[in-house]
């Protein structure tokens, strides 16, 4: 049956070489790898080509080879990639990259080699959404990068990376380095063919002077022709490898039956070239515009490198967060120090960060006192400093002293990682003025070319045959509606890379559309405006025992328990009385009422006042405590005693952030009303409300309350952003216009917030809120300035105002002044 299909084959193309029907390579001599497709048989270079294309064909995606603008690439050696790909299914191997989503699902951003056009990301995003077990897959073409989620009980990693693979790419995880040789790749393709396109169009634009200068001179007809054959060789080049892309694409987007913004520029190159070759051969000089075609392709390509460029150092904030990891990490074991890969660190292992040297992981130090910059990561300009019980971040560096450190958090479980993930996110997902903007310009399209067609007819019918044409194709160039296409994602991802830099992390994209146009803002107590975490602000001396004697007992009293309460007096420091490292005995908790226990001989306890009250001879209240509520009715008290009587009463307090009142006043200056909504104790509520100068300040309140509280602000036709941390202000999150969530605040709440206060600063809020201004503003004034420029410059076009080649130059001039006004939203003052 081979040797029956190989003769038909040659019977199809005697004595011609054959390329593979799949990547494009000659099939050699005598290899008999063939397979029908449509109806055909095609002819492949190697068992691996054939054995793509037949999964291909087999799994429903033969409209792949229809819709597809260039051949793929060898597949890779099948043995060789497969048994590597077992590797990615290790636990310890997919800690540097995948991670696990609520509801038990993983996610994993992939780099996928061998995507050539837009028909790849087509064909890989069908056949792996295809597989039983995977959630999602998208590829981003213009970065070459996938996001993944799969259901680990039902397929497995590797699997999903085989099936891959099976069609011809190979996908691995994502690498900052391999990402940034994409970014030169497409750099020095597009440098290439803009050089051709800048050379041609110089020496075109030389001979067209001197058609110019001997137009008419007798005797210099000849000569005059050869010259136009020449620029026609020259400009050649400049049309068919310098501009085709904009052929590749347009031709890509008739095939899908859209009208791209591609498709009027590709007409005018091509149409004004073909005309002027039909000019030249026919001896009619007046239409040959060489010149004109080579010139607005080279100030295409200008515009679009600019472009690029720029889209490229906007874009880069995700990947630059990626490169602040160190590759090895100095771990600390029994038998000394050892270099280790970053990847093989596991929760628990100890590290020494020298100075100088990037933290590897998130922790905890263990032993020293240094300083740490968290500029890259934070934008803080000054470092930090760092002590015993203090946590690192990963991404962080190190300045002054050696440090300990004890990992908590490794691959992507780290701030760093949620960072990354989160800003990726944010920059793909597309706001509303985006796909209105995306919408439009399919109609746009279509509009001008039946107003191109419809002009040119006026032109040929009742004004100038001779320029009709001419007229129709600057029509074309003037009117590609590129700077409408850039105006919203060029502004949306300047926005997000400032604001991340300012310690507001957006992770939705439509959040900056959304917050720009917020009336209120709610605010949860704890945690948000408060740090989530009591302090100890007074002590009063009630007995014979000094207050650094009641500290020490009372730290020493809670020693062992994990009470919030606790912690307040574990975090303080002996300076006299017993010795520090005595215990007590006789420990015993008393759930809800407080610790009781025997130091030195002498039983005490600490906790509610009634409960202290009852180890003593005097269980009637002491008047001084109802002095200490009325100074301190918005703190907690606890009371220390012994047999004899109370020794000290302390009041604790959850601290207010020190930006919190810049927070509130920031907002209040912008025309926000702020409302402060809490599950404390109502007069806690109302003290720190007067203390930031909240006018709306409910206490008390349930989950429930709260949603409630936020559905009656709008019902009253306000736009609500909400401010929280905890698992109780995850519904109020979900409802409201626009959420924010703390990063020191639970999962739940930060997987369902538009955007992340990543440093736990609400000081950053109005100046969040100015940049989401800033950004509806500037995408409007790119929208605005789109539709005008083709607004005016159609007319003028039609009216025979303008060159081809002056059209081309408006036309790159409106795209970029486009990008160039969204790259101010970089600034992230």
């Given at each position: 049956?081979?040797?029956?299909?190989?003769?038909?084959?040659?019977?199809?193309?005697?004595?011609?070489?054959?390329?593979?029907?799949?990547?494009?390579?000659?099939?050699?001599?005598?290899?008999?790898?063939?397979?029908?497709?449509?109806?055909?048989?095609?002819?492949?270079?190697?068992?691996?080509?054939?054995?793509?294309?037949?999964?291909?064909?087999?799994?429903?995606?033969?409209?792949?080879?229809?819709?597809?603008?260039?051949?793929?690439?060898?597949?890779?050696?099948?043995?060789?990639?497969?048994?590597?790909?077992?590797?990615?299914?290790?636990?310890?191997?997919?800690?540097?990259?995948?991670?696990?989503?609520?509801?038990?699902?993983?996610?994993?951003?992939?780099?996928?080699?061998?995507?050539?056009?837009?028909?790849?990301?087509?064909?890989?995003?069908?056949?792996?959404?295809?597989?039983?077990?995977?959630?999602?897959?998208?590829?981003?073409?213009?970065?070459?990068?996938?996001?993944?989620?799969?259901?680990?009980?039902?397929?497995?990693?590797?699997?999903?990376?085989?099936?891959?693979?099976?069609?011809?790419?190979?996908?691995?995880?994502?690498?900052?380095?391999?990402?940034?040789?994409?970014?030169?790749?497409?750099?020095?393709?597009?440098?290439?063919?803009?050089?051709?396109?800048?050379?041609?169009?110089?020496?075109?634009?030389?001979?067209?002077?001197?058609?110019?200068?001997?137009?008419?001179?007798?005797?210099?007809?000849?000569?005059?022709?050869?010259?136009?054959?020449?620029?026609?060789?020259?400009?050649?080049?400049?049309?068919?490898?310098?501009?085709?892309?904009?052929?590749?694409?347009?031709?890509?987007?008739?095939?899908?039956?859209?009208?791209?913004?591609?498709?009027?520029?590709?007409?005018?190159?091509?149409?004004?070239?073909?005309?002027?070759?039909?000019?030249?051969?026919?001896?009619?000089?007046?239409?040959?515009?060489?010149?004109?075609?080579?010139?607005?392709?080279?100030?295409l390509l200008t515009g679009r490198y600019l472009e690029m460029a720029a889209r490229q150092r906007a874009?880069?904030?995700?990947?630059?967060?990626?490169?602040?990891?160190?590759?090895?990490?100095?771990?600390?074991?029994?038998?000394?120090?050892?270099?280790?890969?970053?990847?093989?660190?596991?929760?628990?292992?100890?590290?020494?960060?020298?100075?100088?040297?990037?933290?590897?992981?998130?922790?905890?130090?263990?032993?020293?006192?240094?300083?740490?910059?968290?500029?890259?990561?934070?934008?803080?300009?000054?470092?930090?400093?760092?002590?015993?019980?203090?946590?690192?971040?990963?991404?962080?560096?190190?300045?002054?002293?050696?440090?300990?450190?004890?990992?908590?958090?490794?691959?992507?479980?780290?701030?760093?990682?949620?960072?990354?993930?989160?800003?990726?996110?944010?920059?793909?997902?597309?706001?509303?003025?985006?796909?209105?903007?995306?919408?439009?310009?399919?109609?746009?399209?279509?509009?001008?070319?039946?107003?191109?067609?419809?002009?040119?007819?006026?032109?040929?019918?009742?004004?100038?045959?001779?320029?009709?044409?001419?007229?129709?194709?600057?029509?074309?160039?003037?009117?590609?509606?590129?700077?409408?296409?850039?105006?919203?994602?060029?502004?949306?991802?300047?926005?997000?890379?400032?604001?991340?830099?300012?310690?507001?992390?957006?992770?939705?994209?439509?959040?900056?559309?959304?917050?720009?146009?917020?009336?209120?803002?709610?605010?949860?107590?704890?945690?948000?405006?408060?740090?989530?975490?009591?302090?100890?602000?007074?002590?009063?001396?009630?007995?014979?025992?000094?207050?650094?004697?009641?500290?020490?007992?009372?730290?020493?009293?809670?020693?062992?328990?994990?009470?919030?309460?606790?912690?307040?007096?574990?975090?303080?420091?002996?300076?006299?009385?017993?010795?520090?490292?005595?215990?007590?005995?006789?420990?015993?908790?008393?759930?809800?009422?407080?610790?009781?226990?025997?130091?030195?001989?002498?039983?005490?306890?600490?906790?509610?006042?009634?409960?202290?009250?009852?180890?003593?001879?005097?269980?009637?209240?002491?008047?001084?405590?109802?002095?200490?509520?009325?100074?301190?009715?918005?703190?907690?008290?606890?009371?220390?005693?012994?047999?004899?009587?109370?020794?000290?009463?302390?009041?604790?307090?959850?601290?207010?952030?020190?930006?919190?009142?810049?927070?509130?006043?920031?907002?209040?200056?912008?025309?926000?009303?702020?409302?402060?909504?809490?599950?404390?104790?109502?007069?806690?509520?109302?003290?720190?409300?007067r203390q930031l100068g909240i006018e709306d300040a409910r206490g008390g309140l349930s989950p429930a309350?709260?949603?409630?509280?936020?559905?009656?602000?709008?019902?009253?036709?306000?736009?609500?952003a909400m401010v929280g941390d905890g698992v109780n202000d995850a519904p109020v999150l979900s409802k409201?216009?626009?959420?924010?969530?703390?990063?020191?605040?639970?999962?739940?709440?930060?997987?369902?917030?538009?955007?992340?206060?990543?440093?736990?600063?609400?000081?950053?809020?109005?100046?969040?809120?100015?940049?989401?201004?800033?950004?509806?503003?500037?995408?409007?004034?790119?929208?605005?300035?789109?539709?005008?420029?083709?607004?005016?410059?159609?007319?003028?076009?039609?009216?025979?105002?303008?060159?081809?080649?002056?059209?081309?130059?408006?036309?790159?001039?409106?795209?970029?002044?486009?990008?160039?006004?969204?790259?101010?939203?970089?600034?992230?003052?």
């Open positions: 049956m081979n040797a029956v299909l190989q003769s038909a084959l040659e019977a199809d193309a005697p004595g011609e070489a054959r390329d593979c029907f799949h990547c494009g390579l000659p099939v050699p001599a005598g290899s008999d790898f063939s397979l029908t497709v449509d109806g055909e048989i095609r002819g492949f270079c190697c068992p691996g080509c054939r054995a793509v294309a037949a999964a291909i064909i087999d799994a429903g995606l033969g409209d792949y080879y229809r819709h597809r603008t260039e051949k793929a690439g060898a597949p890779p050696d099948p043995a060789a990639a497969l048994d590597a790909l077992a590797l990615y299914d290790s636990e310890q191997v997919q800690r540097s990259f995948v991670h696990v989503t609520p509801g038990n699902l993983r996610e994993a951003s992939l780099m996928l080699e061998g995507i050539v056009c837009a028909a790849c990301v087509w064909l890989s995003e069908r056949h792996v959404q295809a597989l039983p077990g995977v959630v999602s897959f998208a590829v981003n073409y213009s970065t070459h990068r996938a996001r993944v989620r799969w259901d680990q009980s039902r397929i497995s990693l590797s699997a999903i990376l085989r099936a891959i693979t099976e069609i011809g790419y190979r996908a691995h995880p994502f690498d900052p380095g391999r990402q940034e040789a994409v970014f030169r790749k497409e750099r020095d393709r597009a440098l290439r063919r803009l050089a051709v396109a800048g050379l041609g169009m110089m020496q075109v634009m030389m001979i067209a002077v001197a058609l110019w200068l001997g137009h008419g001179v007798p005797g210099q007809e000849d000569m005059m022709q050869f010259l136009r054959w020449v620029a026609m060789l020259v400009a050649a080049p400049v049309v068919f490898y310098a501009g085709a892309g904009f052929f590749v694409s347009a031709w890509r987007d008739l095939r899908r039956r859209r009208l791209g913004m591609d498709v009027p520029v590709a007409l005018a190159i091509g149409s004004t070239f073909f005309a002027s070759v039909w000019a030249t051969v026919t001896g009619h000089p007046e239409h040959v515009y060489f010149e004109s075609v080579t010139m607005f392709v080279f100030f874009g880069q904030a995700t990947e630059s967060l990626g490169r602040l990891l160190p590759a090895v990490a100095t771990r600390v074991g029994d038998d000394g120090d050892e270099e280790v890969p970053v990847t093989e660190l596991l929760p628990g292992d100890r590290v020494r960060i020298r100075p100088g040297a990037p933290v590897p992981a998130d922790g905890v130090v263990l032993s020293g006192t240094s300083s740490v910059d968290e500029s890259l990561l934070t934008g803080e300009s000054l470092p930090r400093r760092r002590a015993t019980g203090d946590a690192l971040v990963g991404g962080t560096v190190n300045v002054e002293s050696p440090l300990v450190m004890r990992v908590a958090k490794v691959g992507q479980d780290t701030v760093l990682s949620s960072i990354q993930r989160l800003l990726a996110r944010a920059q793909t997902e597309k706001p509303p003025m985006a796909l209105l903007a995306e919408r439009g310009t399919g109609g746009f399209v279509a509009a001008v070319l039946l107003l191109t067609l419809v002009t040119g007819l006026v032109w040929w019918l009742w004004v100038d045959p001779a320029r009709a044409f001419w007229v129709m194709v600057t029509m074309l160039v003037v009117s590609c509606p590129c700077a409408l296409a850039l105006a919203t994602p060029a502004a949306i991802t300047a926005a997000t890379g400032a604001l991340t830099g300012r310690g507001l992390l957006t992770a939705r994209g439509q959040a900056l559309e959304h917050l720009a146009g917020i009336t209120d803002v709610v605010f949860d107590k704890t945690g948000t405006l408060t740090e989530g975490r009591l302090s100890l602000r007074k002590v009063a001396v009630l007995g014979e025992v000094d207050e650094a004697g009641c500290l020490e007992y009372a730290r020493i009293l809670e020693a062992g328990s994990e009470h919030p309460v606790g912690r307040v007096f574990q975090r303080v420091g002996s300076s006299g009385g017993p010795s520090s490292v005595e215990a007590a005995r006789e420990v015993r908790a008393h759930p809800g009422r407080g610790m009781e226990g025997v130091i030195r001989g002498r039983r005490l306890r600490i906790g509610a006042p009634d409960f202290v009250r009852e180890l003593g001879p005097d269980t009637q209240a002491d008047p001084r405590l109802a002095r200490l509520a009325e100074q301190w009715p918005h703190g907690g008290h606890v009371v220390l005693g012994d047999d004899q009587g109370l020794l000290a009463a302390f009041v604790l307090e959850d601290r207010t952030r020190p930006d919190a009142l810049e927070a509130v006043a920031g907002l209040k200056a912008r025309g926000i009303t702020v409302h402060l909504f809490s599950g404390d104790a109502p007069a806690a509520v109302s003290f720190l409300a309350d709260k949603l409630t509280a936020l559905e009656a602000l709008q019902s009253a036709g306000r736009t609500v409201a216009h626009v959420s924010v969530a703390m990063a020191g605040g639970t999962q739940l709440a930060q997987s369902g917030a538009d955007m992340i206060l990543y440093r736990d600063q609400p000081g950053v809020l109005p100046a969040g809120l100015d940049k989401a201004r800033e950004t509806v503003a500037v995408i409007r004034q790119n929208i605005r300035w789109a539709i005008g420029y083709n607004a005016l410059a159609l007319p003028v076009a039609a009216a025979g105002l303008l060159t081809p080649w002056l059209a081309a130059l408006g036309m790159s001039l409106s795209s970029l002044l486009v990008v160039v006004n969204a790259l101010r939203l970089r600034d992230s003052r």
